[in-house]
């Protein structure tokens, strides 16, 4: 070995580091192709950052398959920058929180990160609809017939009315996230025509909206978010993060 000289414990300062200004955990379905996708457009303020971690799930969206994830949710979690600070972590499956229910992803959440924020599609989507001053929501799927029953009970238990419900009715995740601009514009169309609704809700992460939705928003003249759409900027906002972001439709021009 040649001789080298060794020089260590050389001086150094830091910064307030990545994600400075707020730092977001998210819960990824392993099945999953969009939620990371809608996020990078979205995630794009300086110092907000986002950290992800996937949970196991089946490519099947059925109420059991959808159930079997309650407890694995913790442990996920508890991947997340372990450790370290997290402003808000987000759960990310829309039918999951409803078959298992909102308070009971926050406990699974909290189970890990007790003082940290949580949140989920269908709470950020109602904090969504309160923010539109929406009662009447016209909802789109890609579900099947029971996990959409599920959807629209629990929407109507919430408080809000649900005057049509569409669904493309199909349950592999896989090819949920393949669904095209085209079809989700003609869908929202479809359900939306001669009807008196106050918004569209767009349920399913697995759904590409991000892209489309301030053109479909200013076409059809009404306020529209999805699953993804809604977690990422209720995370922003329980974050602190009220900055108002142009090209992301009605929403995120809104505070909570």
């Not at 969009?34 to 979205?42: A, G, M, N, S």
């Not at 669904?179 to 479809?190: G, H, P």
């Not at 759904?207 to 076409?219: C, G």
């Amino acid at each position: 070995m040649s001789q080298c000289e060794i020089i260590e414990n050389i001086p150094f300062t830091t910064d307030a580091g990545i994600g400075a200004r707020a730092r977001i955990g998210v819960v990824v379905l392993a099945t999953d192709y969009t939620v990371e996708h809608e996020f990078r457009k979205i995630f794009t303020i300086p110092d907000v950052d986002y950290y992800e971690a996937r949970i196991k799930n089946s490519t099947a969206i059925t109420p059991e398959s959808l159930a079997a994830m309650g407890p694995l949710i913790t442990d996920t979690v508890d991947l997340i920058l372990p450790g370290d600070k997290l402003d808000v972590v987000a759960f990310g499956c829309t039918s999951a929180s409803m078959v298992m229910g909102a308070e009971a992803i926050t406990k699974r959440i909290h189970a890990a990160r007790p003082d940290t924020k949580a949140t989920n599609p269908i709470s950020a989507a109602f904090a969504a609809f309160d923010a539109f001053g929406a009662k009447k929501i016209a909802v789109l799927t890609p579900y099947r017939q029971d996990v959409n029953d599920i959807v629209q009970n629990y929407i109507e238990t919430g408080g809000y009315q649900v005057p049509v419900f569409g669904s493309f009715n199909e349950e592999h995740d896989p090819t949920v996230a393949a669904i095209d601009t085209a079809s989700l514009r003609n869908a929202v169309e479809t359900i939306t025509k001669d009807r008196d609704v106050d918004c569209v809700f767009v349920s399913c992460t697995s759904v590409r909206l991000v892209n489309a939705v301030a053109d479909i928003e200013a076409d059809l003249d009404i306020p529209i978010t999805s699953s993804n759409h809604a977690m990422a900027w209720h995370c922003l906002r329980l974050a602190g993060v009220t900055d108002k972001m142009d090209g992301l439709g009605r929403l995120f021009q809104l505070a909570l």
